[in-house]
């Protein structure tokens, strides 16, 4: 006997009026909550090592899942989403005063290895991209609700 598929409001639960409004004001990070299902387990998987593959092949680029794999989505370059984020050495920064980094909230004090992310428009900036930070903030709390709700 197969398992119930959950889709929408039963993939977000008390999180679905949140994700609808997500959705609405920031299509680009994500994804319509109606086209979410909970892929678990074995399936979660393959689909994650198959990015990883294909990542690692040059066939897809790296980026966020808009829709999330856990979420149902596809890896597939229409549902990745830039996110410009990489890291730098602090050694390779080492004539600069960096106390800046941890007083702004962008790493911890005393980092040997900083994060900045590209903006679209090709601006580097220090610290995580803030569209992909709140993404993936929200879909580890739905995560966690799944979880406690014996969902997943």
Known sequence: MSEKVLKGKEVYGPHYDEAVKRYKE???WFPNPDESIIVKKNDL???REEYNSLVSSGDLEKGHHRQGLAFGGE???????FT???TIKKKELSDLDLDFYHEKGL???KAKILKVHQTESGIYLFGN???H???TVFQNKVLKWQ???GLR
């Open 26 to 28: 920031n299509p680009d």
């Open 45 to 47: 998987k393959v689909a």
């Open 75 to 81: 890896n597939i370059q229409d549902n990745i989403q």
């Open 84 to 86: 410009g984020e990489s």
């Open 107 to 109: 790493g911890k004090e």
């Open 129 to 131: 991209n803030p569209n």
């Open 133 to 135: 930070t709140e993404a």
């Open 147 to 149: 979880r406690d709700s």
